[in-house]
Structures are given as structure tokens and as C-alpha cells.
């Protein structure tokens, strides 16, 4: 195969966004897989809404996520500008030549004139769009035209009964009628393209090989075509990567939860998992397996295994996929990664680093994401308010429960001096004497913990230590 070039060229609107994130991916994978390069290009050309806080957030995103460019704005390599504000005139130099050549021409409709005939086709149920009368004007007379209607457009003279058909790496033939594309517009002056002429000039002169992008740009292929046939660029392969979807099979979006990476980075969900669960939005390997390293994902990623269907988005299976990673971090990287967390809650005070690392060890066998980590363990760094009645096991008296707090208190004095293994065998003994274990121990335990769920009273005790936790059985009889 000759280089492979890929890239993504995302619009600095908004912040990085789940889709994005997944079309970088594959253009990742795939350039990798096959030794390429992978570029990534800022399309800013509307100024308006373009916004540098964004542009920072995407190229953030893309690092924090492991996904990185070979060329890009930051790191230029031989085919820049890499921001399409700075190939100004590029775009200009084509936009002339196909001026010139009567490829192109001036549109001078306005915009009521457009709506009105918009309106018209919906109302007769045709296909909406423009073939425009000005498309056979005199190239002179219509330059002459442009002084006294500066509210012109440029159009594509798009050529009249011809089938435009490409090879979808993904999807297979897939042909449009060019009729049905209208004289679509390029550039709003000779110095202003817009996106289709933008992406068509980059990606020639990017020595892009493969355009791998979402489905929603497939109606944009045909345009790009005709565009590069009229330039004389080289045509690159195309794929156009399934959209993806919610639970519910429609277009994923806010109704369904966290869509840009950077609250996804916020939640606690760790780099390493979104790259593994993006790399499965779409595409599979052919086995059950769904747990890969970045290597395992660079060797086995192929096209050929991106399904033509939507993608759906799973967010219980990112937790469960969240979790085998925190699981698989050594424990001074997780307990780094919740620090923040634990500091926003105000819970970090003059903890030892080994006291919070003992915490976090004890939910790390099932946290989901890093933010659940203060609810779940906010009972180590404070003395929790909890509801009394949460003491009661079943329905034994309020005495049977202060009998029950009483004894583990006594056996805790008793026994100050042993390790936590022998206490824990010690109550199990007494619970087991007591004929119900949840009378002697689940009281125990909310009276540590405050929680309805939490890990066992022994793991706790030997965190807290044995004062502290007959501090905590003090303060339940007293409640
Ligand atoms: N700027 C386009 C977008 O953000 C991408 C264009 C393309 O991949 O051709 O959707």
C-alpha cells in the first residue's frame, strides 16, 4: 500500500465530542496499523463560531485520550497550515481556477429569493435544492455584476446526468445522481470558501490517502468528488464510519447523558477505558474478547470489521469496562487519580498519604468511576450523619441493638493488642453464639460506616483504628 495519511478535522465549536473523539480513534488505529501518519487539522473557517477555548479543549481531549497526532497545529510536519484560517489562499487560487475554467460561478440570488423556491419544492414535494439560472451567465457580465451585487455566493456548476459512485471501504458501491446535488455553494467570495472546497484543498495538499469519517458526511462525498475531478487532485479512499447511537436507537446526544469527552474525563472515567470502549463503537474484533491493550487494538483494527449499522452506546458497559481498568492500577496511581476528588470534597486534611491509600484499596475492587469515590468512602475522613433506625437489624429492639454495640466495644477493649484477623474471628464467634450474625454485626457496621452498604466492619475497623471505631459505637448507643 503507498502512505497512508489520515486524519481528523474537527471544527473548533464546541468542545471535543464523543463522536469526534471516536472518528480520531479509528483514523488513529488505522494509520498506525499500517506504519502512516496521522494529521490533525483545525477547520476554523467560520470565524464566527469558531473559539480558541475549543480548539485547546480538542487538542487536550485527543492527548488525555492517548490519541496522538503525527501532524497538527502544535506539531507541524511538512503539509501545513494545519488550521484551515491560515490556507486562505489556497482556497482562493482554487476557487479562481475553477472561476476561470467555468467549473464555477457567481449566485446572485438572495436569500429570500432561495427560501421562496425552497418553499415551493416542499410544497410540489421535490427535492430540495438549487440549480441556478446564473450558472450560465457570462463569466465578464457577471464580474461586472459583482460591483453592484457584492451579496453574491460562488456556486459549483455541478455537470447535468452523471452518476458519481465510490468504493466505501465500509459500506461497499455507494452511487448518487448528480442531479440531485444541485449548483451547491463553495465559497461566500473569492477569499472565503466554505467547507466543501476547504476540506477538498486541505486534503490534497495534506496527501491525505483515507478520508475516514461519520456517516453524517456521506451526502458530502459525491460534492468533494466532483470538486477534486474539477481541480485535478487526486482522489483518496473513503470510509464513512457508523453513527453513534443511544440505547434507545436515536442519534446519541445530551437527552442521553455526558456527550463531550472532557465530562467524560470529569466523571472518572480513565483515559485508557474510553480508548478501548470508543475502538468498540462500531467496530469489533470477530471474538468476545473486549478488553485490548493500544497495541492489541493498532494490530487487530481493520475497516472490514466496521459494522454499516449504528453504533450503540452502551454507558453500562463503559462503567463495567471503567472498572476492570481501575482494578488493573496499582494503587498509588489510583489513589492520585481520586485525590482531587477527595480534596474537592474537603475531606483531605492531615490524613497520611498511607491512610488514604488503605481507603481507597478497599473500594477499588468495585468502583465504577473515580467521582463515586466521596460517597463512598466519606465516612473515613468525617463522622457521618445517618438515619438511627438504619441501625436495626430486622426488627430487634432498640436495648438488643445497644447490647449488641455494648459487646463489639468490649471485645474491641479486650483485644486492642491483636491484629485484625483474630478481632474478625473473635466476633465471629460471638455472632455465632448469638444464633443471627446480622444482630451482632450489621449494627456494628452502620455504626462505622453510616451506610446501608459498605465493605465489611473488619476492613473498617483496621483502616479506622481500634479508638476510633469505639469512638463510633459510643456516639450510635448515645444516638
Ligand atoms: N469539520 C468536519 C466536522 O467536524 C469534518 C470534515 C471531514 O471529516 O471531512 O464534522
Excluded at 444541485?182 to 478520508?211: C, P, Q, T
Excluded at 434507545?248 to 480513565?270: C, F, M, P
Excluded at 483515559?271 to 493500544?294: C, D, H, K, V, Y
Excluded at 455504626?447 to 469512638?471: R, V, Y
Amino acid at each position: 500500500m503507498s502512505t497512508i495519511r489520515t486524519r481528523i478535522a474537527p471544527s473548533p465549536t464546541g468542545f471535543l465530542h464523543i463522536g469526534t473523539a471516536r472518528t480520531a480513534l479509528f483514523n488513529y488505529l488505522f494509520a498506525k496499523k499500517y506504519g502512516g501518519t496521522f494529521v490533525l487539522r483545525i477547520e476554523d473557517t467560520d470565524i464566527e463560531r469558531s473559539e480558541k477555548k475549543f480548539e485547546k479543549d480538542i487538542f487536550e481531549g485527543l492527548k488525555w485520550l492517548g490519541i496522538n497526532a503525527d501532524e497538527s497545529p502544535e506539531n507541524k510536519g511538512l503539509y501545513g497550515p494545519y488550521r484551515q484560517s491560515e490556507r486562505t489562499q489556497d482556497y482562493s487560487r482554487a476557487i479562481r481556477k475553477l472561476l476561470v475554467e467555468e467549473k464555477a460561478f457567481y449566485c446572485f440570488h438572495t436569500e429570500q429569493e432561495l427560501e421562496q423556491e425552497k418553499d415551493e419544492l416542499m410544497a410540489a414535494k421535490k427535492p430540495i435544492l438549487h440549480v441556478c439560472e446564473y450558472r450560465t451567465l457570462d463569466r465578464k457580465e457577471a464580474e461586472m455584476l459583482t460591483q453592484t451585487k457584492p451579496n453574491f455566493i460562488i456556486r459549483f456548476k455541478t455537470p447535468i446526468g452523471r452518476m458519481i459512485s465510490f468504493n466505501d471501504l465500509i459500506r461497499g458501491e455507494v452511487a448518487f445522481e448528480s442531479d440531485l446535488l444541485g449548483d451547491f455553494s463553495i465559497a461566500k467570495r473569492v477569499d472565503a470558501a466554505l467547507y466543501n472546497l476547504a476540506v477538498v484543498v486541505d486534503d490534497e495538499a495534506m496527501k491525505i490517502s483515507h478520508v475516514i469519517r461519520g456517516e453524517d458526511h456521506i451526502a458530502n462525498t459525491p460534492k468533494q468528488m466532483l470538486l477534486i475531478e474539477a481541480l485535478g487532485f487526486s482522489l483518496p479512499m473513503y470510509a464513512h464510519l457508523p453513527l453513534i447511537l443511544g440505547k434507545d436507537r436515536s442519534k446519541l446526544s445530551k437527552r442521553h447523558g455526558a456527550t463531550s469527552i472532557i465530562e467524560y474525563r470529569e466523571i472518572g472515567y480513565l483515559p485508557e477505558a474510553l480508548f478501548n470502549f470508543m475502538a468498540l463503537l462500531g467496530w469489533n474484533s470477530g471474538t468476545a474478547q473486549e478488553i485490548f491493550s493500544r497495541d492489541e487494538l493498532i494490530s487487530q483494527f481493520s475497516l472490514e470489521k466496521v459494522q454499516k449499522s449504528g453504533a450503540i452506546f452502551d454507558v453500562t458497559k463503559l462503567d463495567w469496562m471503567n472498572g476492570e481498568y481501575i482494578r488493573k492500577m496499582p494503587i498509588e496511581e489510583l489513589t492520585r487519580l481520586c485525590m482531587p476528588y477527595l480534596t474537592k470534597a474537603h475531606f483531605i486534611h492531615t490524613q497520611s498519604n498511607d491512610y488514604v491509600e488503605h481507603v481507597i484499596a478497599l473500594e477499588q475492587p468495585r468502583l465504577k468511576k473515580l467521582s463515586e469515590i466521596t460517597e463512598k468512602v466519606d465516612y473515613f475522613f468525617k463522622e457521618s450523619a445517618y438515619d438511627k433506625e438504619l441501625l436495626r437489624w430486622k426488627a430487634i429492639t432498640d436495648d438488643e441493638i445497644r447490647e449488641s454495640l455494648n459487646m463489639a466495644i468490649n471485645l474491641l477493649q479486650e483485644n486492642q493488642e491483636k491484629n485484625i484477623t483474630e478481632i474478625e474471628r473473635i466476633f465471629l464467634e460471638q455472632a455465632s453464639v448469638m444464633g443471627d450474625r446480622g444482630k451482632f454485626l450489621w449494627p456494628l457496621r452502620v455504626a462505622l460506616t453510616g451506610k446501608k452498604n459498605s465493605p465489611g466492619p473488619f476492613e473498617i475497623i483496621h483502616i479506622l483504628g481500634i479508638k476510633e471505631a469505639i469512638e463510633r459505637l459510643i456516639r450510635a448507643i448515645n444516638a
